[in-house]
């Protein structure tokens, strides 16, 4: 098992958002939390990257016990997060965003390496190599965000919200490169609120609803829970 | 060799563009009206200043402290400078062909350096880190009002420690003045300009190519991406905080010979280097290098042509135009104030 959340509660503040949230990823799945707005889909995430300290449970990653470590030890253990916000350097070139994801990595052509993998993933990146990240359009900025995430050379990517804010033809495009990775042999945890077009995609799906996994089996399963129909997909 | 003529011409429209191309003719104009020490002031007064000020960009930057203890740091460097070159120069004066003629004074700035960087260290320990530490809650206000009595409370342990008399030496390197271009220039002012120069290029490397300076940046645009892409913040912060401190400490041991140490020095520093973070933008480091010249050029300028009471009132009086229309600073992109980051 690569990750293992077991009962984890997490909130901000004296507002508790998870509770008991429990769910595995097995290397090489792709693996989706749904769920209305507010459920805590995204405290999940920033629990999982270190962002935000759990109040309670365990997170282990790879066997080993990674609660409460702080997000830049997490991401040396292998897991990029990329956020819903992406969290770009907006005043530093594409190039120089894709190297600062690799900044664990110290060896100078495992980072040459590394790019040109991301450049072969995305050759938009490629194109726009000088052009500041802050200048970019939506659609690129996600890609450059999941190309940044890509340069650690991860096992476990957290990818949340990537269709957030983007327009429906660009949701296909970064869909589609979250294929080439699962297919490059990454794992991939997603969070969406695009339930149809998720679970159409993914092997197999949480449902998290008021800081509690209400449901979880495959993709296919899940979507075709009366319940979920009846909520979530409005059929 | 292909040239970006459309770039060029958009440059020369900008603010940046505009505001450059006015200073290099205004700089232009005074060398050829008064003669070349004009150019000279204003290079020595904006290598200085650019030291102060890129310290100053990279606190508000990477800690989001709005520092106003920065010319302190200075004092502590010319402090240092004094006492490691007292005793220096004394053994010069008994022992003229000794190497310590040429090597004194450069230990002696050295020196500041080091112990701008071992003061900005116990701030960040003492000081700044418990606050950060326990809340960061109104932490521009709090931070600010924090530096404000840092500043208060080294200015007068230096007054009770040492006296509040001038602390100055005469000469760093002495010997006789060299003429460039018709103006005799001292050999510690082209030293003092040597020094920032270097220092100044230096740093802008470490910043532009090195991987820790690329992450020093990467944490003043985005802390939470920085985090994740795996640095470690604390170490970045502790060093920022030591590099920018040690900048002004090297800026006021290497101004000793024209500026004496005593309590309250660095609130000109602090002043100037705060009109030229206004003017280029905040946390910009290439845009204070520039801006620093600029300033210092508006400032030799006014001394020369309004009069030297007025070397504060023109620079205050741009800030506030600044301020009006192009609150970003010239060199800024965005408006992006330091309370919503």
Known sequence: MLLEVKELDAGYGYLQILRKVSLQVDTGEYVCIVGPNGAGKSTTMKSISGLLKPMGGKIYFNGEDITGLPAYEVTQKGIAFVSEEMNLFVNMSVQENLLMGAYTIKDKNAQQDRMEFVYDLFPRLAERKSQLAGTMSGGERKMLAIGRGMMSKPTLMLVDEPSFGLAPQLTETVFESLDILIKNGVTIMLVEQNVNKTLSVTDRAYVLENGRIGLDGKSSDVANDSYVKKVFLGV | ?341
């Not at chain 2, 200043?49 to 004092?75: R, S, W």
């Not at chain 2, 070159?85 to 350096?113: H, Q, W």
């Not at chain 2, 041991?253 to 002043?271: D, I, Q």
């Not at chain 2, 290439?286 to 010249?293: D, Q, S, Y």
Request: proline share 3%; with cysteine.
């Open chain 2, 1 to 341: 060799m292909y040239i970006n003529f459309k770039a060029i011409a958009n440059w020369a429209k900008s603010a940046a563009g505009i505001t450059i191309t006015i200073s290099i003719a205004v700089a232009l104009y005074a060398t050829i009206n008064s003669g070349p020490y004009v150019l000279v002031n204003t290079i020595i007064t904006g290598g200085m200043l650019a030291l102060v000020a890129t310290g100053l960009t990279l606190m508000l930057g990477v800690l989001n402290i709005a520092m106003f203890a920065h010319g302190e740091y200075f004092m502590i460097g010319s402090l240092t400078a004094f006492y490691v070159f007292t005793p220096i120069s004394n053994y010069i004066m008994e022992n003229p062909d000794s190497f310590l003629v040429i090597i004194g004074p450069v230990i002696a700035i050295v020196l500041s350096m080091v112990s701008g960087a071992i003061a900005g260290v116990i701030s960040e320990k003492l000081v700044f880190g418990p606050l950060r530490r326990r809340s960061t809650d109104n932490w521009v206000m709090n931070s600010f009002l924090l530096t404000v009595g840092l500043s208060v409370l080294l200015i007068n342990l230096h007054q009770l420690i040492f006296g509040a008399d001038f602390k100055g030496i005469v000469r760093y390197w002495g010997g006789m003045p060299v003429s460039i271009a018709g103006a005799f220039i001292s050999r510690d002012r082209i030293m003092a300009f040597l020094i920032s120069g270097l220092i100044v290029f230096l740093f802008w490397f470490f910043m532009t190519y090195t991987r820790t300076g690329r992450a020093i940046r990467a944490v003043s645009q985005d802390a939470t991406g920085a985090q994740i892409v795996g640095i470690n913040i604390e170490n970045i912060v502790l060093l920022t905080i030591a590099l920018s401190c040690a900048l002004a400490g090297v800026a006021g041991g290497s101004l000793l010979f024209m500026y004496p140490s005593y309590p309250t020095m660095g609130l000109e520093p602090l002043y100037m280097a705060w009109f030229v973070v206004i003017l280029s933008g905040l946390g910009n480091i290439l845009g204070a290098v520039a801006g620093a010249f600029m300033v210092a050029l508006l400032k030799v300028v006014t001394v020369e042509y309004i009069g030297a009471g007025w070397d504060f009132v023109v620079p205050s009086a741009l800030i506030m135009l600044i301020l009006i229309f192009k609150p970003s600073g010239i060199f800024g992109s965005e408006v992006r104030g330091v309370l919503d980051k």
